[in-house]
């Protein structure tokens, strides 16, 4: 069984309180929940964690290293300012999936400038709560066609 840790940056601990129009109504718990059972139907053993700091995100990150076998990030406003966490993904060499509850390419230009999206396998953004479910999905072909080769 594949293990798949959920990573959530600064401020998605609000969800479902933060800006409703922006990110929708559904809690961080529901996000959690729902990735640990969708995560189980398709063969993913998830795990999760929220931090508001940097250096424990990429704490994280490292601490992944030889104990999952990717990861789900939504980094929130550090997707567009941390190189320091673009270097924590190179370091680990896992894949990682970028989510984000919203289209960051259909907000501010600030929004658009992803440090993670250049060591990601891949990024998926505006489906909300299906961002996550997409990601998982994807990782989860990873692994299939990494085994198949
Ligand atoms: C976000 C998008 C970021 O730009 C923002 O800073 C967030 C949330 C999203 O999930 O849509 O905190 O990552």
């Known amino acids: 069984m594949h293990k798949v ?19 929708g109504h559904t809690t961080l718990k529901m996000v959690e929940e729902t990735c640990v059972s969708h995560g189980a139907s398709i063969g993913l053993e998830v795990s999760h964690l929220q931090s508001n700091h940097e250096g424990a995100l990429i704490d994280a990150i490292h601490g992944a290293k030889g104990n999952q076998d990717g990861i789900v990030l939504n980094a929130g406003a550090y997707t567009h300012t941390s190189i320091a966490l673009m270097d924590a993904i190179s370091s680990v060499e896992l894949p990682v999936v970028e989510v984000h509850l919203s ?45 198949a080769v």
């Open 103 to 147: 289209n960051i390419h259909a907000r501010e230009a600030f929004r658009h400038k992803s440090y993670i999206a250049r060591v990601a396998l891949g990024q998926i953004c505006g489906f909300g709560l299906q961002s996550y479910v997409m990601a998982l999905d994807a990782l989860s072909a990873h692994f299939r066609d990494k085994g």
């Open 5 to 23: 840790l959920i990573l959530n940056g600064p401020n998605l601990n609000l969800l479902g309180t933060r800006q409703p129009e922006v990110y």
